[in-house]
Structure formats: C-alpha cells, structure tokens
C-alpha cells in the first residue's frame, strides 16, 4: 500500500511529478523503510490521516511487532508525502513466526 499511495495520490495526479524514492536504513538494531514522493502532498493545515491500506498495514505491524514498530506519515508542506515504517531488526530464524507471510 505504500508505493501505490505514493503512485496513487502523488505522481499520478500532478503532471509536474513522477519522483518515486524506496529506501531502507539500518540503524541501532532497527529497520526504517523509507517511501517518499514529489507529488502535490497535502495543502498547509490539512489532517494526514490514514485510509484502509495504511490502517491494514498499522494493525499488521503492532501484530508482528507489537510497540517496537510504528509507521508515520509526513507532507504537510504542500509537496510530496513521505511514509516511513520501522520494525525491529531480527535474525531469519527469529523470524520464524507462523503469522510470517
């Protein structure tokens, strides 16, 4: 759900954007995964709120994860959006999980 907000609700919709930017950081035992766009973002003084995509992909993360994760949404500067998750960094075989997908 996020690179299809990003293409969505960002570059798709102002002809001026088509900048997609994924990137992943590892970081004092943690992963951030990083998905920003250069589309028209939010107009100064609107709500970010989270649709049933984003909603999903919350609730999926506190079940992996419980509080170590958190997914914040950004772009009330009127360009772009940035959605960033963190989780904690884990080992394969702590990953073992029978929720894994």
Avoid: M, W
């Avoid at 690179?3 to 970081?27: F, M, P, T, Y």
């Amino acid at each position: 759900p996020l690179v299809e907000n990003a293409i969505k609700h960002g570059i798709s919709v102002d002809s001026a954007a088509g900048r997609l930017e994924i990137a992943a950081q590892r970081n004092n035992g943690r992963v951030s995964l990083r998905v920003r766009d250069d589309g028209p973002g939010l107009a100064p003084g609107s709500r970010l709120r989270f649709g049933v995509g984003l909603t999903n992909v919350q609730s999926r993360l506190k079940q992996l994860y419980g509080d170590e994760s958190s997914l914040e949404l950004t772009g009330g500067d009127g360009r772009g959006c940035e959605a960033i998750i963190t989780i904690p960094l884990r080992s394969s075989h702590e990953d073992a999980s029978p929720h894994r997908r």
